[in-house]
T-cell receptor, first 115, second 115 residues
Framework: ETGVTQTPRHLVMGMTNKKSLKCEQH?????MYWYKQSAKKPLELMFVYSLEERVENNSVPSRFSPECPNSSHLFLHLHTLQPEDSALYLCASSPSRGGASGELFFGEGSRLTVL | AQTVTQSQPEMSVQEAETVTLSCTYDTSENNYYLFWYKQPPSRQMILVIR??????QNATENRFSVNFQKAAKSFSLKISDSQLGDTAMYFCAFRGLYNFNKFYFGSGTKLNVKP
């Protein structure tokens, strides 16, 4: 496999469930990201892991918990979500130090529906 | 903080015609990168074109070109000879030269190419 792979592609969960989203990149990048994509809104950066730092958006609720065991894998653990958390969750990677221009490479996304 | 504004939520164009998508941004930085990303329906987001702010020449990639006006902080995307496969959401994005992990996105423009 090449590129950035996300699983599952679709997830439906109740508000009391605990689930996880998984992301894997095969590009040799050192930075990985979680973005939330909601209709008619800019992409919202949730978390970044890179060699240098973990960056969090302070507005992300604690019911979202990231985990990055190594530079190729990234997880987003979900617990007691709310219906407004329903969205497309995008994983991306990039060279940590920017590379040519440090563009982002995205996965296909995980469509989350919270009932 | 940087902001990116896409003022056209949705646009339509006839196949084979030309369309221009608008993007403006706000920054106090002098050197940075600008990007246009394409997200086809239910498919992953991919890079269309990028522009380095220190280059005066507008970037071109086949049928895609940009009009970069640094003083006006404007970065529009022109698609020539539109094809049905160009139907997608288009996102404008900004990244500072040294903030490798901080990307700022607009809210997107939905482009419909009609046969």
């Amino acid at each position: 496999e090449t590129g950035v792979t996300q699983t599952p592609r679709h997830l439906v969960m109740g508000m009391t469930n605990k689930k996880s989203l998984k992301c894997e990149q095969h590009l040799g990048h050192n930075a990985m990201y979680w973005y939330k994509q909601s209709a008619k809104k800019p992409l919202e950066l949730m978390f970044v892991y890179s060699l240098e730092e973990r960056v969090e958006n302070n507005s992300v609720p604690s019911r979202f918990s990231p985990e990055c065991p190594n530079s190729s894998h990234l997880f987003l653990h979900l617990h007691t979500l709310q219906p407004e958390d329903s969205a497309l969750y995008l994983c991306a990677s990039s060279p940590s130090r920017g590379g040519a221009s440090g563009e982002l490479f995205f996965g296909e996304g995980s469509r989350l529906t919270v009932l | 903080a940087q902001t990116v504004t896409q003022s056209q939520p949705e646009m339509s164009v006839q196949e084979a015609e030309t369309v221009t998508l608008s993007c403006t941004y706000d920054t106090s930085e002098n050197n940075y990168y600008l990007f246009w990303y394409k997200q086809p329906p239910s498919r992953q987001m991919i890079l269309v074109i990028r522009q380095e702010a220190y280059k005066q020449q507008n970037a071109t990639e086949n049928r895609f070109s940009v009009n970069f006006q640094k003083a006006a902080k404007s970065f529009s995307l022109k698609i020539s000879d539109s094809q049905l496969g160009d139907t997608a959401m288009y996102f404008c994005a900004f990244r500072g030269l040294y903030n490798f992990n901080k990307f700022y996105f607009g809210s997107g423009t939905k482009l419909n190419v009609k046969p």
